[in-house]
């Protein structure tokens, strides 16, 4: 129960002229009211602003040895949270518990305790020994909308003068400002802890998205570039990945950002492809107001975006020889200026390119400058292509369905027969390719079942053992053998040998013994006689 005061008026005063003490104390305290006020509301830092509260306190209204203390939602225990006493300890880990002294008196039962005298108090504890016996002794609540946060306790620094009433009002009000800054304090790291949980999940999610679990394969050629790559996600080493297309250069330069020391930073990427050279460099260096027709504000580039990150060039190969110099002086100096600017700017970027194209050629052409060339290569990375990593088929098709099975809602699965008709395809459209095929077969089933009839593919490109079969398809990589050119295995071919018909059979049949032997003409029991007297390997899945 609080006493209700109002404040003492001139017109109260005692006759004879001038203000009485009352009155020259609340003019006192009213000033000092307004210094709390205004270091209330100066800074965001809760603790150093109850710390000036507690200065203002001492030095203006005459109220020294302040303590705050904040109770401990777990504990209900109240600990000291500031303490201002220039010549004695200011910060000590006591705590006050329910009934513990008078202090802890507050917390059993919420009202402000006046004392006149401190040393005639015996439930006193003194446990700061910051406290005077012989001078009075203020303590009030602070709450936040109705309920018990803390304890604002003060010690005037002269022995009782009848104005103890006057100092204790003045105290409640101060706890009151103390109450409303600390609710909008514990709303303010409220929200600031949802948004930071939010946003450690959400980096979580993300570098789960884009790390390296979602990339699969356990074949020798691509656990060699998972290695490389995460040695490289570490420093920030230029990369060059390469491959043909759908081999997942993208993922790769993703999880490469993601799992580098830059992850908390932008991944910002551009298609060097998708854009005329014009735009492309304004989009890449940003421009300045009234660069060109259109610039009706400046804008930031990819370059200035990535700043602290990573930027990923995709399609390198494909600029123009203008373009590839400019590319060159900020990956040589770091520093470039924007369209229609002079100002130099400079920027902390790591730089991921990828390109399909076989650059070593286009460097021997003349279409690709050689300085350049270099250095974007400091550590290349090559993605091989789908048909020399067959053994990975199953995982990756296993991942992939279980992606489009979470999209449909429902569980995916795929029959032996249609894995091995998988393993028997060329994939010149690589592990996108996988993808479509996967999709619409799934697509098309009715039960979530994928049976070999579902797989289907534009045109026959199966491959016959050792015999890549390819129709076209991207520019070869430099460090990869040309394909052969477009054929169809003949099975009546003179020049295969039976061993080799037998195998191609087998392989257009997705290694169905029954259906190869209907292939050749032969009975089952014929083919299974070649398989084991030629000593053919029978591929399992
Ligand atoms: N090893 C892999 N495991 C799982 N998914 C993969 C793998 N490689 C590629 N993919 C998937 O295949 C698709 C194509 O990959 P990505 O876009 O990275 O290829 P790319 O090399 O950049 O192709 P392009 O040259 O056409 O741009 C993506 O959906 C990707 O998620
Ligand atoms: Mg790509």
Redesign the pocket.
């Known amino acids: 129960m609080q006493e209700h005061h109002t404040i003492h008026s001139a017109d109260e005063c005692p006759p004879g002229g001038g203000f009485c003490r009352t009155h020259e104390l609340n003019i006192l305290l009213l000033s000092a009211l307004y210094a709390v006020s205004r270091e209330l509301s100066r800074s965001l830092n809760f603790r150093e602003s109850l710390r000036e509260v507690l200065r203002v306190l001492h030095e203006e209204a005459g109220l020294a040895r302040g303590l705050i203390g904040v109770v401990d939602a777990e504990s209900g225990k109240l600990a000291v949270h500031t303490i201002y006493n220039p010549d004695g300890p200011d910060a000590d880990a006591a705590q006050y518990g329910p009934g513990e002294g008078i202090i802890g008196l507050i917390l059993e039962r919420p009202r402000s305790i006046k004392l006149s005298r401190v040393a005639d108090e015996p439930r006193f504890l003194n446990r700061m020994r910051i406290y005077e016996p012989e001078l009075p002794f203020i303590a009030v609540p602070i709450k936040v909308g109705g309920s018990l946060q803390g304890v604002l306790a003060v010690q005037p620094e002269a022995p009782e003068d009848g104005l103890l009433e006057e100092r204790a009002q003045f105290v409640e009000m101060v706890a009151n400002l103390i109450g409303q800054n600390l609710r909008l304090a514990m709303d303010v790291a409220q929200e600031k802890s949802s948004l930071l949980e939010e946003r450690d999940l959400l980096r979580r999610t993300v570098r789960h998205q884009h790390g390296f679990d ?4 356990h074949s020798a050629v ?1 656990r060699r570039v998972f290695d490389q790559a995460r040695m490289v996600a570490k420093w920030n080493t230029t990369v060059l ?1 390469r ?12 999880a490469i950002h993601y799992n580098s020391p830059r992850a908390r930073n932008m991944l910002v990427k551009l ?1 060097c492809a998708a854009l005329p050279e014009n735009l492309l460099e304004s989009e890449l260096f940003g421009h300045e107001r009234g660069a060109f027709t259109g610039a009706v504000e400046a804008r930031k580039g990819r370059f200035e975006q990535a700043n602290g990150g990573t930027l990923f060039l ?2 390198i190969g494909e600029v123009s020889a203008a373009f590839q110099a400019k590319l060159l002086r900020i990956l040589q100096e770091g520093e470039f200026e924007r369209v229609g600017g002079s100002k130099t700017i400079k920027v902390d970027v790591r730089i991921i390119a ?1 390109t ?1 194209r076989d650059l070593e050629t286009a460097v021997e052409m003349g279409d690709f400058r050689e300085d350049l060339f270099y250095r974007l290569n400091v550590m290349p990375l090559f ?1 091989p292509p789908l048909r020399e990593r067959i053994e ?1 088929i199953p995982d ?1 098709a296993r ?2 369905l279980g992606k489009i099975g979470n999209d449909q809602k429902r569980k995916l699965t795929l029959t032996d027969m249609a894995q091995r008709r998988l393993a028997s395809h060329d994939w010149p459209g ?3 390719e ?2 479509n095929c996967l999709e619409r077969a799934a697509v098309l089933s009715e039960d979530g079942r994928i049976d070999v009839d579902l797989i289907r593919f534009p045109s026959s490109r199966e491959r016959s053992s050792g015999r890549p079969l390819r129709n076209g398809g ?1 520019a070869p990589l430099g460090n990869m053998p040309p394909a052969p050119p477009a054929e169809e295995v003949d099975l009546a071919d003179p020049s295969l040998s039976e061993r080799e018909r037998v195998i191609a059979a087998l392989e257009q049949a997705g290694w169905v013994q029954a259906k190869a032997a209907r292939i050749l003409g032969m009975t089952p029991r014929q083919i299974a006689y070649r398989i084991q007297t030629l000593n053919i390997e029978v591929k399992q899945f």
């Open positions: 979602s990339m699969v394969g691509m990945i491959g043909e297309t759908g081999t997942g250069k993208e993922l790769i330069a993703n298609n995709d399609e990828a399909h993605l990975d990756i991942h992939l690589n592990v996108r996988l993808e991207p």
